[in-house]
């Protein structure tokens, strides 16, 4: 049985520890503030920790040979850095601010959407998203990369973009378009964390014995 070590044993840490037995993987070790294990034998890592850890996990990972899957959000300004140690240390990484299968199929309709509408200039865009109140980062990562891939996708008119922090949620994405005639809603509400856990475990499993920098949406896509 393939050997994981989960960095960072927050909210998310533990889950992804309850469930990694569906995924075929045994944790190996759990590391965090207060719980130095060695991940030192491990085939793979996911890490959920803090923004300010990843680029110190992910040299950890790589100088061991380690593949490691890193949810955590907010630290993309490192991204260019943590690709630079993953391929001198010829490891392999993936990165997603959203594990969950749906808000990657979202991402795609999203873009497709602004595509369609980049050159209708009556329709205004809008951004919005929801968590519970202990999230640290806001906008949240996938807002952020929903806004990036609407602009990549052409659409280069403002996108007025907004969050709430309260109660529990766990995490509703909207993106509008709206025009004298008519408004267009898209919107991604996930139910629990669950769907998270088990994408950075599909996005482990796939990682193991491969080289390189990869993003959720080439396992699920394909590149
Ligand atoms: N990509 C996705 O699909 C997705 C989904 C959900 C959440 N997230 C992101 O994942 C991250 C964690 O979320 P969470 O809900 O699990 O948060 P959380 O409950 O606060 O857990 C984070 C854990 O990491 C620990 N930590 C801090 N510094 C560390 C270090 N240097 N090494 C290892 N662990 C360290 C924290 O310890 P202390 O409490 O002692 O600081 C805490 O136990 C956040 O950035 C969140 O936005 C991403």
Do not use: C
Not at 35 to 47: H, K, M, P, Q
Not at 121 to 147: F, M, N, R
Request: charge should be negative; hydrophobic fraction near 45%; glycine fraction near 10%.
């Amino acid at each position: 049985m393939p050997k994981l070590a989960i960095v960072g044993y927050g909210k998310m840490g533990r889950l992804i520890d309850q469930l990694a037995p569906e995924y075929g993987l045994e944790v190996s070790a759990r590391v965090d503030v207060d719980r130095n294990e060695s991940i030192d034998g491990a085939d793979v890592a996911i890490e959920f920790s803090v923004p300010s850890a990843v680029l110190g996990n992910i040299q950890k990972a790589a100088a061991l040979g380690i593949p490691i899957v890193i949810g955590t959000t907010a630290w993309s300004e490192h991204l260019a850095e943590a690709r630079v140690l993953i391929e001198a240390n010829k490891s392999a990484l993936v990165w997603s601010p959203n594990f969950s299968v749906g808000v990657n199929v979202f991402t795609r309709l999203v873009s497709e959407a602004a595509r369609l509408l980049a050159n209708e200039k009556e329709y205004g865009a809008w951004a919005w998203e929801i968590h519970h109140s202990t999230k640290k980062d806001a906008p949240s990562g996938t807002l952020l990369q929903l806004v990036d891939r609407m602009k990549a996708a052409g659409y280069a008119r403002n996108i007025d973009a907004s969050s709430n922090r309260a109660g529990a949620h766990p995490g509703t994405h909207e993106i509008g378009f709206d025009s004298p005639a008519d408004t267009i809603t898209l919107r991604h509400t996930a139910r629990s964390r669950e769907g998270f856990a088990r994408g950075a475990l599909k996005a482990a499993q796939w990682i193991i014995g491969r080289e390189g920098f990869y993003e959720f949406s080439d396992v699920l896509f394909g590149g």
